[in-house]
């Protein structure tokens, strides 16, 4: 069992930058691939990038491809979306997920565990 905290979310003006947070429980976070995804209103939960185990692979959702990074710390069980370059579409609640094993996937069905997400508005 897995439980994640999101926290970092807030409001930020186009252009700007956040940086979001995900503490994971647990003994195994090490042996977990680890997501971000984000929710619009009125949209389905889109993959925003992933990180492997180890912390050695990334991928990412081409329209975030060079403006985000996701990292990983497994001593502190954290894993971490730095958003640069904000645009008013990246506004959305943000959730961060967990799956066994070492690779992410880009769906939504592929993770386990899910936090309770963390709102980020960016203005125009």
């Known amino acids: 069992q897995v439980q994640l905290v999101e926290s970092g979310g807030g409001l930020v003006q186009a252009g700007g930058s956040l940086r979001l947070s995900c503490a994971a429980s647990?003994?195994?976070?090490?042996?977990?691939?680890m997501g971000w995804f984000r929710q619009a209103p009125g949209k389905e939960r889109e993959f925003v990038a992933g990180?492997?185990?180890?912390?050695?692979?990334?991928y990412y959702a081409d329209s975030v491809q060079g403006r985000f990074t996701i990292s990983r710390d497994n001593a502190k069980n954290t894993v971490y979306l730095q958003m640069n370059s904000l645009k008013p579409e990246d506004t959305a609640v943000y959730y961060c997920?967990?799956?066994?094993?070492?690779?992410?996937?880009?769906?939504?069905?592929?993770?386990?565990?899910w936090g309770q997400g963390t709102q980020v508005t960016v203005s125009s």
């Open positions: 997920a967990a799956r066994p094993g070492s690779r992410p996937v880009v769906v939504v069905s592929g993770y386990a565990y």
């Open positions: 647990g003994r195994t976070f090490s042996s977990y691939a």
């Open positions: 990180i492997s185990s180890s912390g050695g692979l990334t």
